[in-house]
């Protein structure tokens, strides 16, 4: 079945800086790549996507880069705030999702 | 409307009780879904409705039985759980059903309903 790997397992940021979180795929067919945000007490939310045509797709401070030769997709969050602190997850479309990665952004 | 409701919220339960966990969503999606989610993992994909019908069972035990009376509900039954059963439920819809009978696109996600078995 599909597997994915998401690094880190934790990040730890200053406010103001950028994160960079990354998913490895195997399933060479996938073409939608999700990344869900998991606040605490509260169930996961799509924050952005990326179809295969793409390589990378922007909305405001949030950022998908996707490298299909690779195998990779990233998820860039710019200008990180206190709210930003939560559980990320990617997923691949057979639905099984990454680890988690969580961030903590520090004022 | 773009939510998924679940009820309840917390459950506890022994272990010979039987109880069951709701799901509704009213966004028109096709597609259903059981996750479970233990502390510090992600979630876990148990069962997939599509169009009403089972299409996914992850090999979950028989103790977990999960009923989809319409389009808009989604129930999980539970019956003679373990402790180790014990975990954050989360249901999800989709829009878009693929050909395999998995839901394509964005999951919509409920709060979930924590469950403890004793």
């Known amino acids: 079945g599909e597997n994915v790997e998401q690094h880190p397992s934790t990040l730890s940021v200053q406010e103001g800086d950028s994160a960079v979180i990354k998913c490895t795929y195997s399933?060479?067919?996938?073409?939608?790549f999700p990344w869900y945000k998991q606040e605490l007490g509260k169930g996961p939310q799509l924050i952005i996507d990326?179809?295969?045509?793409?390589g990378e797709k922007k909305d405001q401070r949030i950022a998908v880069t996707l490298n299909k030769t690779a195998k990779h997709f990233s998820l860039h969050i710019t200008e990180t705030q206190p709210e930003d602190s939560a559980v990320y997850f990617c997923?691949?479309?057979?639905?099984?999702f990454g680890a988690g990665t969580i961030l903590r952004v520090k004022s | 409307d773009t939510e998924v409701t679940q009820t309840p919220k917390h459950l506890v339960m022994g272990m010979t009780n039987k109880k069951s966990l709701k799901c509704e969503q009213h966004?028109?999606?096709?597609?259903m879904y059981w996750y479970k989610q233990k502390a510090k993992k992600p979630p876990e994909l148990m069962f997939v409705?599509?169009?009403?019908?089972?299409?996914i069972n992850e090999s979950v035990p028989s103790r977990f039985s999960p009923e989809c009376p319409n389009s808009s509900l989604l129930n999980l039954h539970l019956h003679a759980l373990q402790p180790e059963d014990s975990a954050l439920y989360l249901c999800?819809?989709?829009?878009?059903?693929?050909?395999?009978?998995?839901?394509?696109?964005?999951?919509?996600f409920g709060e979930g309903s924590r469950l403890t078995v004793l």
């Open positions: 997923a691949a479309p057979k639905l099984v």
């Open positions: 409705y599509s169009y009403e019908k089972l299409s």
């Open positions: 999800a819809s989709s829009h878009g059903v693929s050909l395999a009978g998995a839901g394509t696109g964005e999951l919509f």
């Open positions: 966004m028109g999606h096709r597609a």
């Open positions: 990326i179809r295969s045509n793409v």
């Open positions: 399933d060479s067919a996938s073409n939608y």
